[in-house]
């Protein structure tokens, strides 16, 4: 997926794959790890599996964007903090 964000709402995004279609995603929750903010998307549309996807949020001189994450330790780090945040509200994760 490309990094540009476009924004259609406030929690909704859309980004373009990698056959060039158009996806919009909902921005279900931001948070901070080890000092960079995330983004966890969910597709609108045809998610039966609920699969989430995680983004590293990074500014430039154009505004946001969306980073898909390459490190698996960045995605682990990142997969603890939102764990630890969903137990604390007491949601199932």
Same mark, same amino acid.
């Given at each position: 997926?490309?990094?540009?964000?476009?924004?259609?709402?406030?929690?909704?995004?859309?980004?373009?794959?990698?056959?060039?279609?158009?996806?919009?995603?909902?921005?279900?929750?931001?948070?901070?790890?080890?000092?960079?903010?995330?983004?966890?998307?969910?597709?609108?549309?045809?998610?039966?599996?609920?699969?989430?996807?995680?983004?590293?949020?990074?500014?430039?001189?154009?505004?946001?964007?969306? +980073?898909?994450?390459?490190?698996?330790?960045?995605?682990?780090?990142? +997969?603890? +903090?939102?764990?630890?945040?969903?137990?604390?509200?007491?949601?199932?994760?």
């Amino acid at each position: 997926m490309e990094n540009n964000i476009n924004t259609v709402d406030e929690n909704i995004v859309k980004l373009i794959d990698e056959n060039g279609n158009e996806i919009e995603f909902e921005i279900i929750l931001t948070l901070e790890a080890e000092g960079k903010e995330y983004a966890i998307l969910m597709p609108v549309e045809d998610n039966d599996e609920e699969e989430a996807y995680i983004y590293r949020i990074e500014e430039d001189a154009q505004g946001e964007m969306l +980073v898909p994450l390459e490190d698996d330790d960045e995605y682990e780090t990142v +997969v603890a +903090v939102y764990e630890a945040i969903m137990e604390e509200e007491g949601l199932n994760y």
